[in-house]
């Protein structure tokens, strides 16, 4: 699920009536699921395994990606000097029974979204908004969503 389903709801109309949903769809097809990537935190099992490269790279970030299909998040950790992966990245079931876990391409996916969204400066605009199709993608940041 969504970590903020409402925010998302709410851009997602203002995009509708803007006609830029309807467009994305009619160049790529039909949006199939939505991501929405967040600031995240490191889960206490993953904390002793990532110490050590923690301690090498001091400035970090550590993101999650949620999906209107799926009740995992997936979650990295983003060293800033120099901008790279510190993390393979985890999966975090967000219910007691959270059904199927998203595949390797989902992560792949996250994982690239974060990084393309990301300055040269280390720099992110949190949330991300993803629409996703068959074909492509229409990624917003936070500061777009304003727009």
Do not use: A, C
Request: aromatic share 8%; no cysteine; charged share 30%.
């Amino acid at each position: 699920m969504l970590k903020d389903e409402k925010k998302f709801d709410e851009l997602g109309q203002k995009l509708f009536m803007k006609g830029v949903l309807q467009n994305f769809e009619q160049k790529h097809g039909p949006i199939k699921g939505r991501m929405m990537v967040t600031e995240g935190k490191i889960p206490p099992e993953m904390l002793s395994k990532l110490q050590p490269e923690l301690m090498k790279n001091p400035k970090w970030i550590v993101v999650e990606g949620s999906f209107d299909f799926s009740n995992y998040t997936i979650g990295m950790v983003v060293g800033l000097n120099p901008i790279r992966p510190i993390s393979e990245g985890w999966l975090t079931p967000q219910l007691n029974h959270p059904g199927i876990k998203p595949t390797q391409n989902w992560q792949e996916f996250f994982m690239g979204k974060v990084m393309e969204n990301m300055d040269e400066n280390g720099k992110i605009d949190l949330p991300l908004y993803s629409w996703i199709s068959d074909k492509s993608d229409l990624t917003l940041t936070d500061k777009e969503r304003e727009k």
